[in-house]
């Protein structure tokens, strides 16, 4: 009975100390993110702008992103719909394949792995005003390099039909880090599977089809998702390169909140869109994982 009655103590005072451990991520978690939350689902209700008093106003901001009264919130919708719609697979497969490169064994693939991840580091405001300059209509580097082979200059950034797809382009900079997942993903599909194919007499194909991406889902599940999330949430490139133009063809959905905060000073708004946003990802990420359990293998199940 005293050794039971000691180690309840000490598991009490094991708990203890966890729960003082984890008290600065605690409240870290509830003074920076959940009771900014709070406050501005509270202000989504409002008409605050900083300057004047805050007045209560209740559906009206939602009534006005939804009944049509700001021509932008649509559009901003649509473009950013747009923008994940393309991205999201273009960098799934860029950077699937390039781990499906550094997973070989080549000398030097040290170097190659880092080569291919040191631009997912850099800063994007950096890099953003470098492609500006690439895809620049009158003097950058791509449209000198067509009119050196003799083809036309291509209007990328102040084109409506061209800046999106643009954009996507530079977003193909930043697959440093999913290439590194997909990467960590293949080291784990299991040897032996790859030697059955070899054994029956399959070839590349045959292991890329029937094993490498099935055991892969996982980690092709956690990427998508994710590409899904921060397509959303793009932000640097609009405001550094395109600040929305041209006619608003690459108003992202979070340059939209940003000029609706700051520029506008409609901070009652914004929070509205901001929540509108909260919600869509949150549906859309639910969405994905109910559908995981049709294509999604996981090797334990």
């Known amino acids: 009975m005293p050794s039971k009655a000691l180690s309840k103590k000490r598991q009490r005072k094991e708990n203890v100390w966890g729960f003082l451990f984890c008290l600065p991520c605690i409240l870290g978690f509830i003074f920076f993110a959940f009771l900014p939350m709070c406050i501005s689902l509270y202000y989504s209700f409002t008409d605050y702008n900083i300057i004047s008093k805050c ?12 009944g049509g009264t700001d021509p932008y919130f649509y559009k901003s919708l649509l473009v950013t719909a747009l923008y994940v719609a393309l991205s999201v697979p273009s960098s799934l497969i ?40 690439v895809f620049n209509s009158d003097f950058g580097l791509v449209n000198m ?34 290439m590194v997942i997909f990467l960590a993903g293949l080291q784990d599909v299991p040897r032996q599977l790859l030697e059955a194919v070899e054994i029956d007499g399959g070839g590349g194909f045959k292991k890329l089809f029937h094993v490498i991406i099935p055991m892969m889902t996982p980690t092709i599940f956690y990427n998508l998702v994710m590409g899904i999330i921060n397509g959303f949430q793009v932000f ?34 914004a929070c509205s869109i901001a929540w509108v946003l909260f919600l869509i990802i949150m549906l859309l990420t639910g969405i994905m994982f109910k559908l995981q359990k049709k294509w999604v293998y996981y090797g334990g199940e």
Do not use: C, D, H
């Open 55 to 66: 007045n209560f106003v209740g559906l009206a901001n939602y009534q006005n992103l939804f």
């Open 94 to 133: 860029v950077a699937f394949l390039l781990a499906m490169l550094l997973n070989t064994n080549v000398k030097g693939k040290g170097i190659f792995r880092t080569i291919f991840y040191l631009p997912s580091i850099v800063p994007v405001v950096g890099m953003s005003a470098v492609w500006l300059w």
């Open 145 to 178: 390099l067509l009119k050196s082979v003799g083809l036309p200059a291509v209007q990328w950034l102040s084109s409506e039909t061209m800046v999106i797809p643009t954009l996507v382009i530079t977003n193909l900079w930043t697959i440093g880090s999913t």
């Open 236 to 269: 640097t490139q609009a405001y550094v390169i395109t600040q929305g133009g041209p006619n608003n063809a690459s108003l992202f959905y979070v340059y939209y909140l940003y000029r609706e905060a700051f520029e506008f000073m409609r901070m009652g708004s």
